[in-house]
């Protein structure tokens, strides 16, 4: 316990799944967190949960979508906090249009852009100088095992993870000097409420049989993701900047 005690952290797509995992336990280990979601009801529950067990947690209502918005989720986060040490770029996800490039909608292309790399790259700039103040930091982003290996369908959805792998390691170089740490995390198939229900509904964007037999160790619950961002964020891995962890049973191994 207390891994994080000290620090500030600002968790995208915080309301449910990975992102609600991981801000239950930063807060756990010692981190004040910043909730920040689209879906109000969920986030706000996440918060209050987290003040319920003795920690500190505010609520920020914002679509990574738009910069403005996540201008203010950031500057909201480190004015409550008194700075930002740690940012988690949890939100995103494929979405139920998407799919193989010949087929899928052109407007759903852009929104798996916006959401999955737009979102990650705008948090990224508005937090670098609040980071920058507080003398460095880590920024903890989520790519996917689909930007690693062949698969097949959600198109949209596997550009802009390839787009995070590289940003990841092109900022991590820039940030560096400043003491701040950039890893990613690629998860293979999580069974978030998301992925239960694309696999439900066999959903293209959701992992297909093959995939899922992929996955040596069998599929990840949200907890076995949040143990790896927790690592990421606290000064066990100081030493660590510019990496991509597959974190997904063993898929792309196999």
Not at 176 to 197: F, K, Y
Request: charged content about 20%; glycine content about 14%.
């Amino acid at each position: 316990m207390g891994r994080l005690k000290g620090k500030s952290a600002l968790i995208t797509g915080a309301a449910a799944g990975i992102g609600r995992a991981s801000a239950l336990l930063f807060a756990a280990e010692g981190a004040r967190v910043g909730v920040v979601d689209i879906e109000a009801a969920e986030g706000r529950r996440v918060a209050e949960e987290i003040e319920a067990a003795g920690g500190q947690a505010v609520f920020v209502h914002a679509d990574v979508t738009e910069a403005d918005a996540v201008e203010g989720a950031v500057n909201t986060v480190a004015d409550a906090f008194g700075g930002l040490d740690v940012l988690y770029n949890n939100a995103g996800g494929a979405t139920p249009h998407d799919g193989s490039l010949a087929d899928m909608p052109l407007d759903e292309f852009q929104h798996a852009i916006d959401l999955n790399l737009f979102g990650p790259f705008a948090a990224i700039r508005f937090a670098i100088p609040r980071m920058i103040e507080r003398g460095g930091g880590s920024i903890i982003n989520t790519a996917s095992i689909r930007a690693m290996i062949g698969t097949v369908g959600a198109d949209g959805y596997t550009a802009a993870k390839g787009g995070i792998v590289t940003m990841t390691r092109a900022l991590a170089l820039q940030l560096g000097p400043h003491r701040i740490r950039v890893n990613a995390i690629a998860p293979g198939a999580v069974l978030t409420e998301r992925v239960r229900a694309f696999m439900a509904s066999g959903n293209d964007s959701g992992p297909d049989e093959t995939l899922v037999k992929r996955h040596i160790l069998g599929l990840g619950e949200p907890e076995d993701v949040a143990r790896v961002a927790l690592f990421f964020a606290s000064d066990d891995s100081r030493w660590v900047t510019g990496q991509i962890l597959p974190v997904d049973g063993g898929a792309s191994a196999n």
